[in-house]
């Protein structure tokens, strides 16, 4: 990891995780931050990207991402990344497009390891 940045949403705090000019870590954290991190170019684009997202006034994400985990996460990311704005799938519907009818459970384990949060959508 190159760095982070912290930024106060309206929502809480995010975390931001960026290494070589891509975020490879985005969640809300708990409680105050006892640091900020150093903000960049790449996480203001990233920030601004989120809120006009979160206002509706966004409905594409197009900064650079570096999705890791294992091969049968990434696949699940894949798919999340693949649902059209506004849309939701159940855990069963994204195992069948993965075609591994019957991994519903390791899907939702997935998804709860998501790295990037709304930028690849789950819960």
Known sequence: MDGFAIYKSEFGYLRME???????????????????GEKTELTDEVFEQLTEYLAGRHKKFDFPYELRGTEFQKKAW???EKIPYGQTRTYGQ????MGRPKASRAVG?????????????CH
Request: charged share 20%.
């Open 78 to 80: 894949a798919e999340l």
């Open 18 to 36: 960026y290494e070589k000019g891509k975020i490879i870590y985005l969640k809300k954290i708990q409680g105050t931050p006892k640091e900020n």
């Open 109 to 121: 384990m997935a998804n709860h390891c998501n790295p990037i949060i709304i930028v690849v959508p």
């Open 94 to 97: 994204q195992a069948v497009a």
